[in-house]
């Protein structure tokens, strides 16, 4: 099956291609085989199908690389709190009440946000992943899931069996659209023997590791208190940031951190939203990017943000950096863009499939209706989208060639089900005990 996307512009984050004013996009089943002018694509060229783009701007889908889907109960509670009281006092007790089969439910209300935002793919790390695995498989997205874990306690080593059986039953599952990795919460809630444990777990599946890292200036004061150095440089030492790591926040670092982030290719999910609502700080992106660390974008979960829109991020991520350090040039849209893509796609490991509009890349394709006043004059189109745009704008998205949204109707999730279901699940979640 042959699609051909006519009369788009198209920002296509390849550096080849750049963006293309006027062009086509031509898919074949789940592969891009071309993006440029319909002249280049020349007469000959056959398809079964055509779309009209006139109005649109096509993009890569945008990649979400950090975010807890069934967290989306817990939007709009608990909020204005720091990190520690809110885990501890608002959010744990009411996961305690959460059953296995709400997280179904919970990660399709997530990820049908997602994709009226224009996010075809997403890193996450929850407990009851293998109902977030069922929900990606029928949605259609493309998600990149890890079991919680925390120890050791006497739940730990079922996680950590829970993280294997999900590996075994998922990895590669739905055409390549669903990965596994391992997801040690983090250095405060993972002793080092269980980090170790789940460092040789993740060797064994050889698949990587999704992590919280350095959020809050108190996880870094009580990580030197405990162990005589960082939560980086306890990790470096356990060995556990030899494989793929994406590492989840980075606000607090050192610069021996920053050089052992650079040295071992850690990956970043920049979550500046999540940040700065629980008062967690600026991560230095200025300092990660000059070092050629790949930062990437991640909403975080519902509960901390408090919606899961790339498009948000991207504009924060530009936006605060040059407030902190008082200097505009710093993450221009263009660096923006690319952290909600291309670099995404690197940090989910994904880069030889996902993150542009590239010929032989998969295609997942977003398209921006930029018939709209915030998008005139028609002009540069990163700077449109990052700093005028919208999760709002989104008009239709393909993910593995497969359209999931058209005309801003989601073609794989039934959202009247989804709400009636949610408010079933709150009602009972919310409706006893002290929340
Ligand atoms: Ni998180």
Redesign the pocket.
Known sequence: MKTLIKNIDILTMDEKLGQIQGGCILIEDDEIVFAGSEADLGEGADYDKIEDGRGMLAIPGLVNT???TAMSLFRGYANDLPLMKWLEELIWPAEDRLEEADAYWLSLLAIAEMIRGGVTAFAD?YMFMEQTAQAVLDSGVRGVLARGLQGPDGKSHNRLEENRILWENWHGEGDDRIQVMVGPHAVYTCGPSYLEEVGDLARKLGTGIHI?LSETRQEVDNCIKEYGKSPVRHLYDLGLLDGHILA??CVHLSSEDLDILRDKDVRIAH?PA?NLKLGSGIAPVREMLDRGITVSL?T??AA?NNNLSIIKEMALAALISKGAEEDATLVPASIALEMATSYGARALGLEDTIGSLSPGKKADIVLVDTHKPHYQPRGDWATHLVYSGHSGDVDSVWVNGRKLMEKKELLTIDLDRIYSEVENIYNKVMGTGNG
Do not use: I, L, N
Request: proline share 0%; with cysteine; glycine share 16%.
């Open positions: 950090h975010t807890h790390m919280h989840a926040h979550c999540s991640g975080d979960g901390s």
